[in-house]
């Protein structure tokens, strides 16, 4: 408190002046119209300068709550929209899925293999060999989890391909897989292992099979970008252009087979044997 004294000691002439500055400003605004109107205008427009700031700043601090949210629904619905198709014998749904979602906290592009981190791990549910994916396209697939954190790897990983098919067909002609092999150009990848016979063109849509059951049925890979013959061999080299934008993934969703387990358990059990 004594401090206090002596600084107001210090400073009386100072504090005294802005004292009666502040009394004379009161005085002309109080007793002339122009500057009252004035004063009161500028005010206005100060104080709802603030408020339109503070307001801004508290939407934005709550917009990552919004986005969870949504996320969360996006989720339920993608669930629910799943059991429907399972049960429609023309939708190419093999499985019943549920979908995590997960948030993005490290991502990279441009090396040969690439890997994603998602927030979420084995205490949400997320096991090694579980697919990702997100609204536009397919992600990758679960490598490794620890509790709360996942890695996946990047469908821009030259070591992991996806089961596809082109959209509409019904046969084995339309399998294929999907792989990406350019390092330099992370928006593009290729179809292997497709029929010579198959009829495809420039702007058909690529879809996963479903058959893995690490993805759902019919869900978006890419689009035919180009389609040219090597001159070697008479193949098909078919680039497709990725609907999933590796640059900017910030919330994905981690797929769930309900079944899957048990599809795996069958295949190792089938693979031994044919052993």
Partial sequence: MNQFFRILLRYRIFITFLALEVVCAALIVENNRYQSAAFFTNAHHFFARIYSINSSATQFIALGNENQKLQQENAYLKTLINSIQVNDPNSGILMSQNFIPAKVID??????????????????????????????????????????????????NTAFSVSAKIKGTTTNSGLCTAKWIDPADPTTAHLIDISQHTILKEKDTITTSGYSGVFPGNYMIGVVRKISIDEADGKKDIAIKLTTNFSNLSYVYVVNGKNREELDSLKTKLNETSK
Avoid: E, W
């Fill in 107 to 156: 991502n990279s592009v441009m090396q040969a293999n690439n890997y994603i981190i998602i927030d979420k791990g084995t205490d949400d549910g997320i096991r090694p060999g579980m697919g990702v994916v997100t609204n536009g396209g397919i992600v990758g697939k679960v490598k490794s989890c620890s509790r709360h954190f996942s890695t996946v790897y990047s469908l821009l």
